[in-house]
């Protein structure tokens, strides 16, 4: 058995001068790449306008992207960017918060259901949820990739020493390893990956989505409720989460978790669409 793993992966795939591809950026953009094709699959099985297509994905890129990063700013440090708003635009010095860019593609599902498609939120988010899990996967990918959320230490045989001075190690300077922890990015990789299972099976086998919003509630309870308990192994992403009774990633699922129970209860409660 291994007594841990030394994760020593670059975070940057190859430069062009003096332009980075990152494998979190790869990973985002193939998981909207794949997602589009598989939300382009449902149209056409329903038999539905494909014109809907491109405005839902530049809807969901921007809900996701401007909510991830509103999201990180206001609900782990707002004292330091309320103090330094430009900082704000920063999104390529990390920090996006995955709470956010589901507030923030809420709203712009709201927006695009109102002047694109006129059909109701819900019946838009039973579409849209089922590729999201798989998106979901492979940014935490990324985010293994770039040696960061990760989890505290553990002597499971496969703990993962991460790079911790990772910029100087970069620029030639002696790795500083963390001690063997919990590789959390996988952890909840693989809850997301099959709660994507899931919902493409409610959706392709079990027509799940004829019951308006099941599709989505499941998929709100499966994937916050991961969250949640991953989060118990996680290293706290700001301080003063110490001080709280859970972590700021706790606190913000169980509003989710909470839709997605009420969801399911409507779901079941109405008739079985046509």
């Known amino acids: 058995m291994l007594l841990d793993i030394t994760w020593t992966a670059d975070p940057v795939i190859f430069s062009i001068g003096p332009k980075e591809i990152r494998w979190y950026t790869l990973m985002f953009l193939i998981g909207f790449a794949v997602g589009y094709k598989i939300v382009e699959r449902m149209f056409r099985r329903e038999g539905l306008n494909e014109k809907w297509l491109d405005p839902l994905l530049y809807f969901t890129l921007a809900g996701t992207l401007i909510g991830a990063r509103l999201g990180h700013c206001l609900f782990y440090n707002p004292s330091y960017y309320f103090s330094h708003p430009v900082e704000i635009l920063k999104v390529w010095e990390g920090g996006l918060a995955s709470h956010g860019g589901v507030l923030g593609i809420i709203i712009a599902i709201y927006f695009f259901s109102r002047y694109v498609s006129h059909r109701s ?9 089922v590729p999201t899990g798989l998106v979901a996967a492979l940014i935490r990918i990324g985010n293994l990739m770039n040696h ?6 553990t002597d499971l045989p496969w703990g993962f020493r991460f790079v911790k001075n990772l910029y100087a190690w970069r620029h030639g300077a002696a790795p500083i390893f963390t001690p063997p922890s919990h ?62 009774p859970l972590d700021m990633g706790q606190l913000l699922s169980i509003p989710f978790i909470l839709l997605g129970i009420y969801c399911v209860w409507r779901a079941l409660k109405q008739p079985v669409q046509s």
């Not at 899931?198 to 019951?211: G, P, Q, T, V």
Request: glycine residues 4%.
């Open 148 to 153: 960061e959320i990760y989890g505290h230490p």
């Open 121 to 129: 939120m819900l019946w838009t988010f039973d579409k849209l949820v």
């Open 183 to 244: 590789p959390t990015q996988l952890y909840e990789a693989i809850c997301y990956l099959l709660t994507f299972v899931l919902c493409m099976w409610l959706y392709f086998k079990r027509d799940a989505w004829k019951r308006e919003g099941l599709i989505f509630g499941i998929f709100m309870i499966c994937i916050f409720t991961a969250r949640f308990f991953v989060e118990f192994l996680k290293n706290y992403q700001e301080d003063f989460e110490a001080s709280l």
